[in-house]
T-cell receptor, first 112, second 112 residues
Framework: GAGVSQSPRYKVAKRGQDVALRCDPISGHVSLFWYQQALGQGPEFLTYFQNEAQLDKSGLPSDRFFAERPEGSVSTLKIQRTQQEDSAVYLC??????????FGQGTRLTVV | AQSVTQLDSHVSVSEGTPVLLRCNYSSSYSPSLFWYVQHPNKGLQLLLKYTSAATLVKGINGFEAEFKKSETSFHLTKPSAHMSDAAEYFCVVRDGYQKVTFGTGTKLQVIP
């Protein structure tokens, strides 16, 4: 596709349920980022991959959050035992080398 | 380490008057700097970018920004505000292959 694609666009999870959010970056983009954007706030960094290597995961808020990019392309952000405070829009972005990041539309997660 | 400070959380201007959104950055290297815009319930759109070429950068929709190394600033300007400019604006910094770091955002209100 032409842009970064995220799925699902919307996800409602019951508290305690595990969820998996998918990101398809632009083909050939080396860098991939995940951000969390709470309502009315700016995007907060979660984690960063260069190819399949996770170079920075300092933003993951707890050990319930896990991200992978096993083949250096598609990435999955997994949240275990979801809590209400996990409700947010999760943004994925990719970039070629060290230039600007291209963002997907995000996945809006609502934990009820 | 890199960081971004957006000096105003809210800016209000009248339609047809100039816009100034302020951004200061901190970076260990020669950074790349970006401005993104986010309209309500929309994705992040790149307005403009500075990547060590010309210090005055022109973007979409009549916006421009000037990189001033001595002041570590990258303020966003537009000569005449339009109602459609009402949105949230994010100043973003990236050091080479490092993660993309967002400022806290500035909400622009345009008064008719």
């Amino acid at each position: 596709g032409a842009g970064v694609s995220q799925s699902p666009r919307y996800k409602v999870a019951k508290r305690g349920q595990d969820v998996a959010l998918r990101c398809d970056p632009i083909s050939g983009h080396v860098s991939l980022f995940w951000y969390q954007q709470a309502l009315g706030q700016g995007p907060e960094f979660l984690t960063y991959f260069q190819n399949e290597a996770q170079l920075d995961k300092s933003g993951l808020p707890s050990d319930r959050f896990f991200a992978e990019r096993p083949e250096g392309s598609v990435s999955t952000l997994k949240i275990q035992r979801t809590q209400q405070e996990d409700s947010a829009v999760y943004l994925c972005a990719s970039s070629p080398q060290d230039t600007e990041a291209f963002f997907g539309q995000g996945t809006r997660l609502t934990v009820v | 380490a890199q960081s971004v400070t957006q000096l105003d959380s809210h800016v209000s201007v009248s339609e047809g008057t100039p816009v100034l959104l302020r951004c200061n950055y901190s970076s260990s290297y020669s950074p790349s700097l970006f401005w993104y815009v986010q309209h309500p319930n929309k994705g992040l759109q790149l307005l403009l970018k500075y990547t060590s070429a010309a210090t005055l950068v022109k973007g979409i929709n009549g916006f421009e920004a000037e990189f001033k190394k001595s002041e570590t600033s990258f303020h966003l300007t537009k000569p005449s505000a339009h109602m459609s400019d009402a949105a949230e604006y994010f100043c973003v910094v990236r050091d080479g292959y490092q993660k993309v770091t967002f400022g806290t955002g500035t909400k622009l209100q345009v008064i008719p």
